[in-house]
């Protein structure tokens, strides 16, 4: 399972990354360009810790957060609020694309599982490119939830009028202890698993299952 999970995590975590810093550049900071940051090899990104505890958890993780200089922005209230859904929205767009790689895989085996006449040598990719689908989807919800340092806590001061943005800004270094917290007591499981279940469902079998 670590080896068949490998590659969609450390793909799936360096996408994100890139996501950020690709529309940072593309509005006008070039602080991600000049620290390398617009590759998507995999060792420019990633956390060791981050990335230990995502193949742990297959669900919870981190790389190294893109530097941003808001200085550089037109607008920058607006423009960090699309710097930050760019990673979320690359890892959906990742689990969209690992789900129709998985359909065409099904198609070519004449639409059942692939086995037999050496099939069994995609097997192993099949059920990689299901894991890109959780992983990815699992990455793009959790970044997704509003809770500051993560992506959706930056979105939603961006949505915010100035006053209570600031108020969401104040409460940065408390967020990282708030999701610690649910992830220990399965709060965020709680929630997270039947989304999570739900579209890994539609995008793979058609269905919305729980």
């Known amino acids: 399972m670590i080896v068949i999970y490998a590659v969609p995590i450390l793909f799936g975590l360096t996408v994100h990354e890139y996501a950020h810093g690709m529309m940072a550049d593309r509005l ?44 550089n922005l037109r607008s920058p209230r607006r ?7 760019a990673g979320p929205l690359a890892n959906l767009m990742l689990a969209m694309f690992c789900a129709m790689l998985y359909h065409l895989i099904n198609s070519l085996a004449g639409g059942g599982s692939i086995g037999g006449g050496g099939g069994w040598l995609m097997v192993p990719f099949q059920q990689m490119v299901v894991a890109g689908v959780v992983v990815n989807l699992s990455l793009g919800l959790i970044n997704l939830i509003p809770i500051p340092p993560l992506d959706g806590g930056r979105i939603l001061a961006g949505l915010l009028p100035q006053r209570p943005a600031g108020y969401l800004e104040k409460i940065d270094s408390y967020g990282a202890i708030l999701l610690i917290i649910l992830v220990l007591s399965d709060g965020l499981s709680f929630f997270l698993l039947p989304l999570l279940s739900a579209l890994t469902g539609l995008l793979l079998y058609g269905a919305i299952s729980f």
């Open 79 to 85: 423009d960090l609020m699309w710097i930050a859904l």
């Open 28 to 71: 006008g900071d070039s602080t991600p360009r000049s620290m390398g940051r617009l590759t998507l090899n995999p060792f420019y990104h990633l956390d060791p810790i981050g990335t230990l505890v995502f193949f742990v958890t297959q669900a919870f993780g981190w790389a190294r957060p893109i530097s941003i200089n808001p200085d």
